[in-house]
């Protein structure tokens, strides 16, 4: 596997081709919790001015902190509550520019002013869980960020 130390700066298909190098075959739940962590860690790297990246996985009618990067996180997520929640409940990706301007974000971080959450849905569309991705700047995400998530959701997707 290359070093993480080389991510930096290297264009999406290389980045997204070392990562996908880096994880194994999925037979158990260890192999499926180390392929989320590395994938927290691979972006973590290399996508600029971001604080935290990670996974919260749906089990009980909630979402349950899963592998991540960053500082510690809120550990559980009701369905509807902060961004993480209404991305579970509508099924869908929310992109807030100011998160101090969204109803009920949850704020595991003062450093946090930005966020991108994207749902990872099966085939029938019921929720694996989400990729939550927390920036230090205002507005730090784009529809490119967007697209990025939505192929990682698909690689994440394909191991459950
Ligand atoms: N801000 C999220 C909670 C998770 S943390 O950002 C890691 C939310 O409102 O759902």
């Known amino acids: ?18 990562m996908k190098e880096a994880l194994v ?14 994938i927290s860690a691979f972006l973590f790297d290399w996508l600029d001015s971001v604080n935290w ?14 592998p991540f990067q960053g500082e510690p996180a809120c550990q559980a997520i009701e369905n509807g509550r902060g961004v993480c ?6 099924k869908r ?20 002013k930005s966020e991108l959450v994207y749902p990872i849905l099966r085939e029938d569309m019921s929720v694996i869980g989400v ?4 920036s230090p700047i205002l507005s730090r995400f784009s529809e490119d960020d967007v697209r990025l998530l939505q ?6 997707k394909s191991f459950f």
Do not use: Q, W
């Open 53 to 66: 990246v990670g996974f919260y996985l749906y089990e009980d009618g909630k979402l349950k902190l899963g």
């Open 85 to 90: 929640g209404r991305a579970l409940m509508e």
């Open 151 to 156: 192929r990682v959701s698909e690689i994440v």
């Open 131 to 134: 990729i939550d991705i927390d």
């Open 93 to 112: 990706y929310f992109n807030v520019p100011d998160v101090s301007l969204f109803p009920g974000h949850i704020a595991c971080s003062d450093k946090s």
């Open 1 to 18: 596997m290359s070093s993480f130390k080389t991510l930096s700066g290297i264009p999406e298909e290389l980045f997204l081709e070392f």
């Open 25 to 38: 075959p999925v037979e158990t739940l260890i192999d499926r919790v180390s392929n989320l962590a590395n």
